[in-house]
């Protein structure tokens, strides 16, 4: 009986802990948008501008990019928009005749919209990219990977700037 | 006193140890200003464009991968990348900027006994 009632009064403090912080993040975010969303009436960081849209085509034409099998790993908030750091990697195989042929990396605010592109071989038994980039403003980061089989997967994240690090 | 590096100076880290066909981290270094073609100096005039725009990664006399970059990439451009260290011999990376100046380094890969 004691030990019941521990039980679901740890279990609520639980969930109430959650809800805590599920609504800081929810604030934060917020806060985040209307600080950093420069421009209120202008698009926000979160679409996907024509010319972003353009520089797709250009590189993979009508080619269908997927979700999933990128992992991006970027600063929410970037302290130093002159370098941002971000970890590209993927859990698709490196082998002889099925390995990722590329990586390829877009900012969709940046004036250089394609901002680098990795082609990779088999020799080097994995698939990731550790690099620093340079960002204009608050934007989406996309990494797509392309695969020998001619296959695009990719993955997004909106990182938010302070300063135009485009120098 | 260190000196302040040049730029073209470049540095390739690889781990200390490293056993046969183990996919190890190389790090690469190499110092250039990146600028974009946006920026003034301190008189008003525009900096022109002036970036590393291939990198080129050879192991062993073969190729293994090829960047290609644009001046979103940082100052002193850093990059690291795995690598299976299938045998021991030069690793060589080569950045080329717009200008067409090239700049070379190369690490030996040799295992630990």
């Keep these: 009986m004691i030990d019941d009632r521990s039980r679901s009064r740890r279990s609520f403090v639980q969930s109430a802990g959650l809800a805590v912080a599920a609504l800081m993040l929810g604030a ?3 806060h985040a948008a209307s600080t950093w969303g420069l421009h209120a009436d202008g698009p926000g960081p979160d679409d996907m501008p024509d010319a972003a849209k353009k520089v797709l085509k250009e590189h993979f034409g009508e080619r269908p990019i997927k979700d999933g099998h990128v992992s991006l790993d970027l600063p929410e908030v970037a302290p130093d928009s002159r370098e941002v750091p971000i970890f590209i990697e993927t859990d698709l195989p490196m082998a002889p005749h099925n390995y990722v042929k590329a990586i390829h990396l877009i900012v969709d605010h940046n004036p250089d919209i394609y901002v680098a592109g990795y082609a990779l071989t088999p020799a080097m038994g994995k698939a990731s990219i550790d690099t620093r980039i340079k960002m204009r403003r608050s934007s989406q980061v996309r990494a797509i990977i392309e695969t020998s089989a001619g296959e695009l997967w990719w993955s997004h994240k909106l990182v938010y700037t302070t300063l135009n690090g485009c120098v | ?4 590096p040049a730029t073209g100076d470049a540095r390739i880290l690889l781990p ?6 183990a996919v190890i981290y190389v790090r690469a270094l190499v110092a250039h200003p990146m600028y974009t073609g946006m920026s003034r100096d301190e008189h008003g005039k525009l900096i022109p464009e002036f970036y590393i725009k291939n990198v080129d990664v050879t192991y062993g006399g073969e190729r293994v991968a090829r960047f290609e ?3 979103g990439i940082s100052r002193d451009p850093y990059v690291a990348f795995p690598l299976r260290a ?11 900027d717009n200008e067409g100046s090239v700049y070379t380094q190369t690490a030996t890969i040799a295992f630990h006994a």
């Design chain 1, 28 to 30: 934060r975010g917020a």
């Design chain 2, 1 to 4: 006193m260190a000196s302040i």
């Design chain 2, 16 to 21: 200390s140890q490293i056993t046969k066909d």
């Design chain 2, 69 to 71: 970059w644009t001046s």
């Design chain 2, 86 to 96: 299938t045998r021991e011999g030069p690793l060589t990376i080569t950045w080329t």
